[in-house]
Structures are given as C-alpha cells and as structure tokens.
C-alpha cells in the first residue's frame, strides 16, 4: 500500500527565517511523483513544487526546494525567506500511477508565519 | 485559463433537501476527483473519473451521494437526503493524462447543513 505520512501538525517560524517541513512515504514502485500543496486560509488547493522520483536533482521554485531521498523515502520541503503570505496548511502527496493513478495525500502540517 | 471552476462557493441547507455540487474541469484534462474536507477527517477522496467514466467510488460514504460525469467538461456531486454530518468543504480536481502531473482544485463548495 502507498502511504504519505507528515508527522509534523504544526509549525511556527519568524518571517524571513528559513523552515522545513518534513514528509516521509511509502511504495514499492520504482518510478513516482511527488507534491507539495499549499493550502491558505483562503482554502484554495495550489501546487508548490512537484519532484519526479527517477530524478536525483532536487526541484526548486523560487524560495521553495525539496530535499529528496529517495533512499530513505523521504520528501522535504524548504521554504527560504518565510513571508506572511506562506502561512497555511501544506500538503505532500504521492502518485505512482498504476491502475489507480490517484494522489496520495498525508495529513497536513500548519504552518504559521510570525512578524 | 479560468482553472476548474466550482458552484456554488456556499451552500447552506436544510437537514433532508437535496444538494447538487457543480464542476467544470480544465479543457484537455482527463481526470477530475471529487474530495471532501473536514478538520476530523482531512481530505478524503470520493470518487475519481478517467476520460468521463467512474473509476473507483469506494470513498462514496453511502447510497445518499452520487457523482456524475455527462461529458467531459461537466460533472456533479449529489446528496440526497443530506444530513449535517455532510457540512464539509467539497473539492473538484482535474488533471491531464499521466501521473506525472498535479491536480489542480476547484475554489471548493462550504456545504453546511443544518
């Protein structure tokens, strides 16, 4: 079974500070995909960064970057340079495709941002 | 592009009436899931659609939801009857053909019932 586990609830960080929000997975597929969703008190679902398993390069956009290993089935997310606006709800989640070819989605951590 | 695009935004009804969630999806995307948020349950998946037809229901919680998908730039979420443990926020996805791609969300539905 696939899963998506972020055992992180809740975060705090200083704005302008740097924080990394942990997500670890599991599947017995060689070849997947990998997201990072924001979710903000607006509720809007948006897509942060998304890492292809079969690539060793780490994505990057912008002041967001993954740390991926996939060795230890594990998916980070970095956000640089904190600002008020990245406050929300983030989400990783897995598609290995298949037959089923559906996200999987962990359970969220809260991050706030403070001034 | 206008994005996936869900009405209404709010809903609130009476305990027992009938609730219909509209969606549209992106154009060319062949996908589209349906997802129920809460804050005791998270995101939950209900039903996903491949190029129009039901691929797996089994997060439908019961015979009072129903999902369609007529063509490929429509598709509903109905309750009926729907009770308040159905207050929750609906999400519509799409996505194009092949993993390799994120869904993108609809603006989602507040439904509470009361």
């Known amino acids: 079974a696939q899963t998506v586990t972020q055992s992180q609830p809740e975060m705090s960080v200083q704005e302008a500070e740097t924080v990394t929000l942990s997500c670890t997975y599991d599947t017995s597929e060689s070849n997947y995909y990998l997201f990072w969703y924001k979710q903000p008190p607006s509720r809007q679902m948006i897509l942060v960064i998304r890492?292809?398993?079969?690539?060793?390069q780490n994505a990057t956009e912008n002041r967001f970057s993954v740390n991926f290993q996939k060795a230890a089935k594990s998916f980070s997310l970095k956000i640089s340079d904190s600002q008020l606006g990245d406050t929300a709800m983030y989400f990783c989640a897995l598609n290995y495709g298949g037959a089923t070819n559906k996200l999987i989605f962990g359970t969220g951590t809260l991050l706030a941002v403070q001034p | 592009d206008a994005g996936v695009i869900q009405s209404p935004r709010h809903e609130v009804t009476e305990m027992g009436q009938e609730v219909t969630l509209r969606c549209k999806p992106i154009s060319g995307h062949n996908s589209l899931f349906w997802y129920r948020q809460t804050m005791m349950r998270g995101l939950e998946l209900l039903i996903y659609?491949?190029?129009?037809?039901?691929?797996?229901d089994s997060g439908m919680p019961e015979d009072r939801f129903s999902a369609k998908m007529p063509n490929a730039s429509f598709s509903t979420l109905k309750i009926q009857p729907s009770e308040p443990r159905d207050s929750a926020v609906y999400f519509c996805?799409?996505?194009?053909?092949?993993?390799?791609?994120?869904?993108?969300f609809g603006s989602g539905t507040r439904l509470t019932v009361v």
């Open positions: 659609f491949n190029n129009n037809v039901p691929i797996d």
């Open positions: 996805a799409s996505r194009p053909p092949g993993p390799k791609y994120g869904y993108t």
């Open positions: 890492q292809e398993a079969y690539k060793q």
